[in-house]
């Protein structure tokens, strides 16, 4: 897997905790806050390539969401955004960066909506997740497949699933992609899959009421969307939507890149972040 560029050493001071709600987090660097909300075939080590990197020019936290690496199950109901906010209000962050991956994207616009005089800013990578909307048909079929194998206990089918929908994608070959991207992927989704559940109907999501997806006019902070074109057409699709709905937003469209961007291009995508926080911060400077 590419490094994103970064040579000799750096030294880091890293600092790691969890909410009182379970959330497992860590944090570098200092200056403004920009939080990475991972995808939902991944935890908080997908930011691995430009964790460094990043943590070089701001203050960057990123955390496990609720299922994923670290985190405890919860003990009551919950919401992935009520989750990112209670982290954000335990750390005291007041003005903030969210960068987030397909499910993470849906998390980041969430949180957005609910607490815009917070959220600088906006980077969303393949959105998906609660900008989905319903379902959409061409997504149902890996989803199933996935529900099969773990119903029949076959871990190593349901990663491979994963694997081909969300790395190789719709339309790739599984040998048009890094191996190594596909193994880091693969050890991410296949912890997801082995941490234990909890009693759903006792601690139930609780989704945002109206959904996102249908919310992304009200966004009014800077927004960047990078989407692979080799990605699955609904989600290309929201990307385009958010293009469109939302005022003074920029899509980047990345030919021959499926759903994880940042790690099939982590040098390129750690240099579009950078550009377009240090653009916002230099705008918000002049506002000011």
Do not use: F, Y
């Given at each position: 897997?590419?490094?994103?560029?970064?040579?000799?050493?750096?030294?880091?001071?890293?600092?790691?905790?969890?909410?009182?709600?379970?959330?497992?987090?860590?944090?570098?660097?200092?200056?403004?806050?920009?939080?990475?909300?991972?995808?939902?075939?991944a935890d908080r080590r997908m930011w691995d390539p430009q964790w460094i990197g990043l943590g070089s020019a701001f203050r960057v936290i990123r955390y496990d969401a609720r299922g994923f690496g670290e985190t405890l199950p919860p003990a009551g109901g919950w919401s992935h955004h009520g989750d990112l906010s209670a982290l954000l209000d335990e750390l005291a962050l007041e003005r903030i960066h969210l960068v987030g991956a397909s499910m993470g994207a849906g998390i980041a616009v969430e949180v957005a909506l609910d607490r815009p005089g917070t959220?600088?800013?906006?980077v969303l990578i393949a959105p998906g997740g609660a900008l989905l909307g319903d379902a959409p048909d061409a997504l149902r079929a890996p989803w199933r497949a996935e529900g099969e194998a773990l119903d029949r206990g076959d871990l190593d089918?349901?990663?491979?699933?994963?694997?081909?929908?969300?790395?190789d994608g719709p339309a790739r070959s599984r040998e048009a992609v890094d191996p190594a991207v596909r193994a880091f992927v693969g050890t991410m989704q296949r912890r997801a899959f082995e941490l234990a559940d909890w009693d759903h109907d006792g601690a139930p999501e609780n989704e945002m009421e109206p959904s996102a997806a249908g919310r992304l006019g009200e966004l009014d902070m800077p927004v960047l969307v990078v989407v692979g074109m080799a990605d699955w057409p609904p989600i290309i699709e929201v990307a385009e939507r958010i293009g469109r709905e939302v005022p003074g937003s920029r899509v980047v469209r990345w030919p021959g890149v499926a759903h994880l961007p940042s790690l099939e291009r982590p040098a390129e995508f750690e240099r579009l972040v950078r550009e377009f926080i240090v653009g916002v911060q230099a705008g918000a400077a002049q506002a000011g």
């Open positions: 897997m590419e490094a994103a560029g970064h040579t000799g050493p750096v030294e880091t001071r890293i600092l790691e905790g969890r909410t009182v709600g379970g959330l497992a987090w860590e944090g570098t660097g200092d200056g403004e806050a920009l939080v990475l909300i991972h995808a939902g075939v959220v600088a800013s906006l089918a349901a990663v491979e699933v994963n694997l081909r929908a969300w790395v």
